[in-house]
């Protein structure tokens, strides 16, 4: 900018105003700028004053007859030059020089969309405010300076979901920026020749149908709906199954357990058989007696897979009764330690009678009086231990091949199948007499 005395370089200079031809408003964007003279000014007998502005106050920084070549300014900065006549101190020019703060002015161009339709020109509407609301199916927008700014424009377009730089460059450029739907951007622009002053614009590009909140909350209920709906019909197939299995299981040990009983009340009417053939009629009512009543609570727990422990023990009670009449064998029942409550345990119903019919028929039948039978129950921590012991020599070689024996095996096998957390151990040793061993692992509850 030549203004007859000095030429006045620097990035975006204007002329703002001029009240006369001596008083000159200039201003610019850059920071610098670069004062020359003309020949005029060389030809004149001139001198100069120079002003900084600081806080709209004029303060003299440089004498008489300084001109500084160049000068830099920060932003809302300014100076003031002052030429007089260096005979009659007349003043000649005045020129107040300023950096303003600038932003650039960007449009967004777009294609057609729901928002912007092209005119009959062919030309597209341009977007200019700093919140832009977009319409889903905008895929693609320009930018570029408006009025035909040729200062350099830098600009950042920045995705504030990923926090991503996507574009970075200059403008003027007819690069074609890619955005994608239900995402917000960032635009930041600022002239390179002022940094420090930045233009931000939000540009919104609104979600599809299926991608708001209320679709994604929808889509969430149902399919919530559905999982909860598959997981409860599986939880329930698998309850299905399970009840299924258990009650295969319980059938199977019914069926042993069923099983027993003709074999037992076979083995009760041949001793009452014995017993009148030898005529001792008064035993065998005795016995009639006792087995009818044995008979009837068999019966009544023939559908019951458990019984209670002190149940359990009187049957065999009268069980024991029963056989000691015929071969007149002594027998006791122990419960040790007191704390073994027998009313609160249950144990597989009619469990313990082909082995206590074992060891009197392999055991002690043949020892008549001298022949003796201990049942011991005691607590060992969570367990509990039921012991058989007689004071008999078993005749067979392989105790555990009899008819009650396998049943009762295979009642054990199928009973800890029906319960993971309880199993029940089964044991025989033999030394001066033979002792069958029944562990009925984690039965008992210590709380």
Known sequence: MSTGYLIIEGKGLKMTSRQNKRDYNITMIGGFAAISTTDLFKKSHIKTKFYFIENDDEKEKQGFNQITDHIFMNVGKGCIIELFDENTDRLLQRYKLQRVQSFPEI????????DFKSNSTGE???????????????????????????????????????KEKMYCGFLPTKEVFHVDSNIEYELRCNYVAQPESTMVKYINIRP???????????????????????????????INKSEAKQR???EAAIRLQSMLNPHFTFNALSTIQGLVNTERIDEANKYLEEFSILLRRSLSKSRDVFNR?????????????IESLRFEFKWEIIVLPTDLYTTEIEIPTLLLQPLIENAI?????????NGKIRIICLKEKNDMIILIEDNGVWNDKVPFTGYGLAITRERIETINKMQKNQQILLSL????????????????NND
């Open 107 to 114: 449009e967004i161009i777009l294609k057609d969309t729901d």
């Open 124 to 162: 597209v509407v341009a977007y200019k405010y700093s919140n832009i609301i977009l319409s889903p199916n905008t895929n693609k927008i320009e930018l570029r300076v408006a009025n035909k700014d040729t200062l350099k424009v830098k600009y950042q377009l920045i995705n504030l979901k990923t």
């Open 208 to 238: 599809q149908w299926y991608q708001s909140v209320i679709f994604y909350t929808l889509a969430f209920i149902v399919l919530s709906g559905i999982i909860f709906y598959i997981a409860t019909l599986e939880f329930r197939n698998k």
């Open 248 to 250: 295969k299981l319980e």
């Open 309 to 321: 422990l002190d149940q359990e023990l009187e049957m065999m009670r009268i069980y024991l009764n």
């Open 361 to 369: 028929k392999h055991g002690v039948s043949s020892l008549r009086q």
């Open 429 to 444: 040793e033999v030394t001066n007499g033979t002792q069958i061993t029944l562990t009925f692992k984690n039965w008992i």
